[in-house]
């Protein structure tokens, strides 16, 4: 009796229950709930379709600036030696000069560095003045002094003055001093010949080769340093272009994603006012349709637990179709690879033979040519020693 009881309380219950959780499940929620999910979707692929050429581009521009600086590398590495070979040749004429003459290379010396220290004394009076004429305009705009003393400090080591600190540093970056016995016992093309210029003030052609050398070092490396500014302004112009194209994407992307948080505030806003359109109208058929749902809902709801467990029935099945196949697709692919492997393998190992057997049969036709010459050269030797003796007995006749 018990029994039964239970039996036919679980009976009487199961309907409210099945209607209760019926009435739990909100479809427009879930309807919504999936078109977010879409629209979350398809803003996640343009990111990544974003993203992937952005990508791209950075490859490539990275490609470009690693090839720019491969060779700009190159040509300082190269400047660098062409002026290690202009000193190399001035120290060269120098120690030549001073063991043929000198008294004359003491004299033209004693000019140059006259000369180079009154340049010297010329460009810091020229500092001093640029000073004072800077502390004059710092008191009036110390922004304008700034600007003024970077330009000046530029014209100033662009200009004729800056001739003595130049030649001071070219000589501390050049190599050590270079051994004229050791140029003239290695036949070096450069070397001086004695006596130079016969004929000739020594004095004037000292002077007049130290002017030359200097020039060309001074020309030599002006001309690398104009290159590598080039390099550096084409470098900098690259990186603003890059910074402007930059700024315009962020500026698109800040747009376009202003734009769809407009959209997505209207269409809430706008879904929210149908929402609730439709509550009161609801709320207005809910009493006449009341009986009439619960019934549809009760019978929904026992079909959407039948078709709940047919779904969980066939994705489990499904699942598991999936799980053999991806099995199946691994152990494909590690067979595949196996074979790959064994096939290259295999192939390795008859390149090797076939490059011994190439290798044995060079040496072989080496051993065989050799052999030939050989033979050839005693058989010239004795038809040599043949003809000699003919001659021998001919003479003797």
């Given at each position: 009796?018990?029994?039964?009881?239970?039996?036919?309380?679980?009976?009487?219950?199961?309907?409210?229950?099945?209607?209760?959780?019926?009435?739990?499940?909100?479809?427009?929620?879930?309807?919504?709930?999936?078109?977010?999910?879409?629209?979350?979707?398809?803003?996640?692929?343009?990111?990544?379709?974003?993203?992937?050429?952005f990508?791209?581009?950075?490859?490539?521009?990275?490609?470009?600036?690693?090839?720019?600086?491969?060779?700009?590398?190159?040509?300082?590495?190269?400047?660098?030696?062409?002026?290690?070979?202009?000193?190399?040749r001035?120290?060269?004429?120098?120690?030549?000069?001073q063991?043929?003459?000198?008294?004359?290379?003491?004299?033209?010396?004693?000019?140059?560095?006259?000369?180079?220290?009154?340049?010297?004394?010329?460009?810091?009076?020229?500092?001093?003045?640029?000073?004072?004429?800077?502390?004059?305009?710092?008191?009036?705009?110390?922004?304008?002094?700034?600007?003024?003393?970077?330009?000046?400090?530029?014209?100033?080591?662009?200009g004729?003055a800056?001739a003595?600190?130049?030649?001071?540093?070219?000589?501390?970056?050049?190599?050590?001093?270079?051994?004229?016995?050791?140029?003239?016992?290695?036949?070096?093309?450069?070397?001086?010949?004695?006596?130079?210029h016969?004929?000739?003030?020594?004095?004037?052609?000292?002077?007049?080769?130290?002017?030359?050398?200097?020039?060309?070092?001074?020309?030599?490396a002006?001309?690398?340093?104009?290159?590598?500014?080039?390099?550096?302004?084409?470098?900098?112009?690259?990186?603003?272009?890059?910074?402007?194209?930059?700024?315009?994407?962020?500026?698109?992307?800040?747009?376009?994603?202003?734009?769809?948080?407009?959209?997505?505030?209207?269409?809430?806003?706008?879904?929210?006012?149908?929402?609730?359109?439709?509550?009161?109208?609801?709320?207005?058929?809910?009493?006449?349709?009341?009986?009439?749902?619960?019934?549809?809902?009760?019978?929904?709801?026992?079909?959407?637990?039948a078709?709940?467990?047919?779904?969980?029935?066939?994705?489990?099945?499904?699942?598991?179709?999936?799980?053999?196949?991806?099995?199946?697709?691994?152990?494909?692919?590690?067979?595949?690879?196996?074979?790959?492997?064994?096939?290259?393998a295999?192939?390795?190992?008859?390149?090797?033979?076939?490059?011994?057997?190439?290798?044995?049969?060079?040496?072989?036709?080496?051993?065989?040519?050799?052999?030939?010459?050989?033979?050839?050269r005693?058989?010239?030797?004795?038809?040599?020693?043949?003809?000699?003796?003919?001659?021998?007995?001919?003479?003797?006749?």
């Open positions: 009796a018990t029994r039964d009881s239970r039996t036919k309380m679980a009976e009487a219950s199961s309907p409210s229950l099945t209607q209760t959780l019926a009435a739990m499940v909100d479809h427009e929620q879930v309807s919504k709930i999936r078109d977010t999910q879409l629209r979350m979707l398809q803003r996640f692929e343009k990111t990544n379709e974003k993203l992937s050429t990508t791209e581009l950075s490859t490539a521009k990275l490609a470009t600036a690693t090839v720019q600086f491969k060779r700009h590398t190159q040509l300082i590495v190269e400047a660098r030696k062409d002026l290690h070979n202009i000193f190399r001035i120290r060269k004429i120098k120690d030549r000069l063991e043929d003459y000198p008294e004359a290379f003491a004299m033209a010396q004693e000019r140059v560095e006259n000369a180079l220290r009154q340049d010297e004394d010329e460009y810091n009076a020229h500092l001093l003045d640029d000073s004072a004429l800077h502390a004059v305009i710092a008191e009036a705009d110390p922004t304008a002094a700034t600007a003024t003393t970077a330009t000046t400090v530029e014209a100033g080591a662009d004729p800056s003595a600190p130049a030649a001071a540093a070219a000589e501390q970056l050049s190599p050590p001093p270079f051994s004229l016995a050791a140029a003239e016992g290695a036949g070096d093309a450069t070397a001086v010949d004695a006596p130079l016969r004929g000739l003030d020594p004095s004037v052609v000292v002077v007049s080769i130290s002017e030359q050398a200097r020039v060309a070092g001074e020309a030599e002006a001309r690398a340093k104009a290159e590598v500014e080039a390099a550096a302004r084409a470098k900098a112009e690259e990186e603003r272009i890059a910074k402007e194209k930059q700024a315009e994407e962020a500026a698109r992307l800040a747009t376009e994603a202003a734009r769809i948080k407009a959209e997505e505030d209207a269409r809430v806003a706008k879904e929210a006012e149908e929402k609730a359109a439709r509550e009161r109208e609801q709320a207005e058929a809910a009493r006449v349709r009341a009986e009439e749902e619960a019934r549809v809902a009760a019978e929904k709801a026992a079909e959407a637990k078709k709940a467990e047919e779904e969980a029935r066939i994705a489990k099945e499904k699942a598991e179709a999936e799980a053999a196949a991806r099995a199946k697709a691994e152990e494909e692919a590690r067979l595949a690879k196996e074979a790959e492997e064994r096939a290259a295999e192939a390795a190992r008859l390149k090797a033979e076939e490059e011994q057997r190439i290798a044995k049969e060079k040496a072989e036709e080496e051993a065989r040519l050799a052999a030939e010459a050989e033979a050839a005693v058989k010239a030797e004795e038809e040599a020693r043949l003809a000699a003796e003919a001659e021998a007995a001919r003479v003797k006749a």
